[in-house]
């Protein structure tokens, strides 16, 4: 049995990018194990719940193959070789471990088989309510028996009648994506159509599974349809981080004066975000970026940057769609002013622990004021934490939120029983550490001549490492380009120098690249421009610009280690760093990409130009490894170039 002791912290200035997300994980493998073709999966969450039901559907026939695994844990990318809904009787029970998503899931699907099976799972599992979804199943017909010592609850007995299943009309009880989803996947084995009414909304991911598979469903306000007898088809899906897993990190950002944080490539739905809604609501300052649709799945960057946070009331239409996040909002509400109210979310009682009472249990450990409902609790915040040891109950959210909370506690707090927290977040005490203990900035350098490709290069291992990215190359045209602006020809010396006393020169960072700012104005396209590209060698030869800039760039690394590109980055800025890279082409493969790109340059002539001047020359500094990608496509410089920092400690 494990446990984690955290400390507090004065500052959290990070990059993190969560796991993917656990509830389209386990769509993901069932609708692809049903598909008629093959499907590839990336960014598959490898918890343990997940690999249960990836599991669970090579037990019924459905063959996958690894493409790349997260070690200690399992894939996360695949592909599943699908069925075209033609499923296997298994061998042996199907086990869900810790999973109700899965369990309920796996449930509409084998009510429809032929074929009888068992599914079953942990304590825990086998503890938790399976009667909302045998209801509406027995109602299509299905073959359905709970077998658990408790009534209703797992093991399930499912399926093994020759008789389709019949479609239904059904009107939800209460609002559960579980339940919206059993019901449809039983669905689409059915006769007919096959529909269910939810009295509130409930995350989509079901519905946005189906049409990223070819499924035919009708939405009509909370009313959702689906007619039987379709068969997905395989279509390529990438799985976004999971915000459920983000939360951890918002609410530890947001309450945190001076904090930092980024999260990228996170999960945007509209069904899940409510999260990023309540905090917004509480002051924290929350920058949306989105990014992309991929597989019908919005994603994009979370920016925090931290503050003082109010309490404030979750209202009874949200708590559907936070009942992950409650656990750690309810820390949030500890760590703010004000009153915390969270109400109508009995549901928590029956989660993997009864999340009302052991939140409110290790809150009042840690001195927090809490008072408890049948329904949920109202927490009095501004009150200071103390640290404590604290029981996670066998749940993965309790010990990630009292973990997040053990970070603004006086004293080292203990959370006992932590290898839950596998169930939904593997990596999480990497993160953790990266958080907790800050490694020193350092820079990655990569120097190189005009065209090599060494700005993409740095730009998508920066991207690959969460780290800031700085064209040093952008720094030498900003002076090149104010020197147009003030009529100053690049021959003239003096001129630039004694522009350089004039001129308002900044550099700072946005979304973790580099930005630079002459007088207050971001050239931006112009620096690219042929005026700019014919006189930036020779701007760049002046040691006034030089040592200039290369104070300029050397500065950069006080905001977060980064990669920087130029001509001598690895020879002059940063000479000690062990992580240096000299990214080269011949001269006819640069001539080339320079003229893709509509620009004029003369590669040679630059090369003699940076090659020969007597301030800070471009040369292969030493102790760089050198990567000539005349025949390499942008995908394999950067595998080699990750390769090469791996094998260079990074």
């Not at 669970?56 to 809904?85: D, H």
């Not at 050198?626 to 090469?644: C, G, H, K, L, N």
Request: aromatic residues 4%; charged residues 25%; glycine residues 8%.
């Amino acid at each position: 049995m494990s446990s984690i002791k955290v400390t507090p912290i004065k500052s959290l200035n990070a990059v993190i990018e969560v796991p993917g997300d656990k509830s389209i994980s386990h769509r993901a493998a069932i609708m692809a194990g049903l598909a008629d073709g093959v499907t590839q999966i990336d960014n598959y969450l490898p918890s343990e719940d997940c690999l249960c039901t990836l599991e669970a559907m090579a037990s019924l026939g459905v063959q996958y193959e690894v493409l790349e695994r997260l070690e200690g844990y399992g894939p996360t990318s695949l592909r599943i070789y699908g069925q075209a809904m033609q499923l296997n009787a298994p061998d042996v029970e199907i086990d869900c471990g810790n999973s109700g998503t899965g369990m309920r899931l796996l449930a509409g699907v084998l009510a429809a088989q032929p074929f009888q099976s068992t599914l079953t799972g942990d304590e825990s599992l086998q503890s938790r309510p399976m009667g909302r979804i045998m209801t509406p199943l027995s109602m299509m017909g299905a073959r359905i028996e709970a077998a658990g010592e408790k009534e209703g609850c797992a093991p399930m007995i499912l399926g093994g009648s020759a008789e389709r299943l019949q479609a239904i009309h059904y009107d939800m009880p209460m609002a559960s994506a579980q339940v919206k989803s059993a019901v449809l996947l039983a669905g689409l084995f059915a006769e007919y159509e096959t529909s269910v009414r939810q009295p509130a909304e409930t995350r989509d991911h079901t519905e946005r599974i189906f049409d990223h598979f070819q499924i035919d469903s009708t939405i009509d306000g909370h009313r959702i349809a689906v007619h039987g007898g379709q068969i997905p088809m395989a279509n390529d899906l990438y799985i976004p981080g999971d915000i459920s897993s983000a939360a951890f990190w918002l609410v530890a950002a947001a309450a945190m004066p001076g904090a930092e944080l980024k999260i990228k490539k996170v999960g945007l739905n509209p069904t899940r975000k409510a999260v990023v809604d309540v905090l917004i609501r509480m002051g924290a300052d929350i920058r949306v970026d989105m990014i992309s649709e991929d597989s019908g799945e919005p994603y994009g960057d979370l920016t925090v940057i931290g503050g003082t946070l109010q309490g404030t009331e979750i209202l009874p239409e949200e708590v559907p769609n936070l009942i992950d996040e409650i656990p750690v909002l309810a820390v949030a509400g500890a760590l703010a002013e004000g009153r915390m109210v969270i109400r109508n979310a009995s549901e928590l009682r029956v989660k993997e622990s009864d999340r009302i009472s052991t939140v409110v249990t290790n809150l009042r450990a840690m001195g927090a004021e809490v008072e408890e409902f049948d329904d949920g609790m109202e927490i009095t915040g501004g009150r200071p934490l103390h640290a404590a040891e604290l029981e996670s109950y066998d749940d993965h959210r309790i010990a990630m939120s009292f973990i997040i909370a053990g970070l603004f506690a006086e004293g080292e707090t203990v959370v006992h029983n932590t290898d839950f927290i596998n169930t939904s977040y593997p990596g999480f005490q990497h993160d953790l550490e990266k958080v907790m203990n800050p490694k020193p900035h350092f820079a990655i350098a990569i120097d190189g001549p005009a065209a090599s490709g060494k700005s993409t290069v740095a730009r998508r291992l920066a991207e690959k490492l969460g780290l800031i990215m700085i064209n040093t190359g952008a720094m030498y045209r900003a002076i090149a380009w104010a020197s147009i602006q003030h009529g100053i020809d690049a021959s003239d010396t003096e001129g630039v120098i004694a522009m350089l006393d004039r001129i308002d020169l900044r550099c700072g960072v946005r979304d973790r690249g580099s930005i630079i700012l002459v007088d207050g104005v971001d050239a931006g396209d112009a620096l690219r421009e042929d005026a700019v590209n014919s006189r930036v060698s020779a701007i760049a030869a002046i040691p006034e610009v030089r040592r200039l800039l290369v104070e300029k760039q050397r500065d950069y690394l006080e905001l977060g280690s980064l990669v920087m590109e130029g001509r001598d980055i690895g020879s002059v800025v940063f000479p000690d760093t062990p992580y240096k890279l000299y990214v080269d082409a011949s001269e006819e493969v640069r001539l080339a990409r320079r003229s893709a790109e509509g620009l004029a340059d003369v590669v040679s002539q630059r090369d003699k130009e940076d090659s020969s001047r007597k301030t800070s020359p471009l040369v292969v500094a030493e102790g760089a490894t050198v990567i000539d990608s005349s025949e390499m496509t942008i995908e394999e410089v950067v595998d080699e170039a990750m390769s090469i920092l791996k094998s260079k400690g990074l």
